[in-house]
């Protein structure tokens, strides 16, 4: 009885952990390769340019990055670990990543990245409109970075 919330809490800490921008950040960047390895420029692949390689690899690691939080709050979950702060963390982070790497690609990918479509620079299109809406989903991004001050800094409660 009474316990209502801790049901709730339960679940939103999944969908926090199984968040599907890591999946989302991975078709990005997939879309983003796939446009490069069509590229020329010069002559050359732009898979041979160190700017775009740049910028590949830091997308490349932010996806790592969210897929491995997203792994440790349902590993958390499946080993009754009660981390209050990994769900929310894991999902700001994806999706602050998401965003920021969405309009990075985009800019890298342009013009080419104006046209819609479900592979190369069509999917980083279609990434970076979807990018912004995922900071509400599950909770708004600004909730999850209150959930982590309270949770893992044992700060006091930001909202009423």
């Known amino acids: 009885m009474d316990s209502g919330w801790s049901v709730v809490g339960y679940a939103l800490e999944l969908e926090h952990g199984s968040s599907a ?32 390689l740049e910028r590949l690899a830091r997308v490349a690691t932010h996806t790592e990055a ?12 499946i080993q009754g670990i009660g981390d209050h702060a990994a769900g929310p963390m894991a999902k ?18 342009a013009p080419d990245s104006l046209l819609r479509g479900a ?31 309270e949770a893992a800094l044992g700060m006091p409660r930001s909202r009423n």
């Open 21 to 52: 921008v890591h999946l989302d950040l991975h078709s990005l960047l997939k879309g983003a390769l796939d446009w490069a390895r069509g590229k020329r420029r010069r002559g050359r692949s732009l898979l041979e340019d160190p700017r775009v």
């Open 92 to 109: 700001s982070f994806s999706t602050d990543h998401y965003i920021r790497d969405a309009a990075d690609l985009a800019d890298l990918c």
């Open 119 to 149: 592979t190369g620079a069509g999917a980083v299109e279609f990434a970076y409109r979807l990018s912004t809406a995922t900071s509400i989903y599950g909770g708004s991004t600004e909730i999850m970075r209150s959930l982590v001050a």
């Open 66 to 77: 969210a897929k491995l939080l997203s792994r440790q709050v349902l590993w958390n979950a």
